[in-house]
Nanobody, 116 residues
């Protein structure tokens, strides 16, 4: 059974940093690319960052490029999202999701709120 558990969300001031984690289980983690998505109130869910199965290829949405970094630890079945220079428009629920090859699996998400 595929399980994805996101953590690390919090209330942070503009300009601050957060590190999100997603612990995965129930599949061969190292065989799949992993993605971070986010959904802000009243908006569609959007892809924020992706990382290939071995971690060598990383891609980012233009809105977060240069501020966010995706990483993974295949020994611990965990994917991370380091978020720096946070802006109010980064406020959203953040989700991790494996590659479409695995199927349509989502965690419960973790809330990030950027506000002074």
């Amino acid at each position: 059974q595929v399980q994805l558990v996101e953590s690390g969300g919090d209330l942070v001031q503009p300009g601050g940093s957060l590190r999100l984690s997603c612990a995965a289980s129930g599949f061969t983690f190292s065989s799949y690319a992993m993605n971070w998505y986010r959904q802000a109130p009243g908006k569609e869910r959007e892809l924020v960052a992706s990382i290939s199965s071995a971690g060598g290829v990383r891609t980012y949405a233009d809105s977060v490029k240069g501020r966010f970094t995706i990483a993974r630890d295949n020994a611990k079945n965990t994917v991370f999202l380091q978020m720096n220079s946070l802006k109010p428009e980064d406020t959203a629920v953040y989700y991790c999701r494996p590659s479409d090859r695995l199927g349509d699996y989502w965690g419960q998400g973790t809330q990030v709120t950027v506000s002074s």
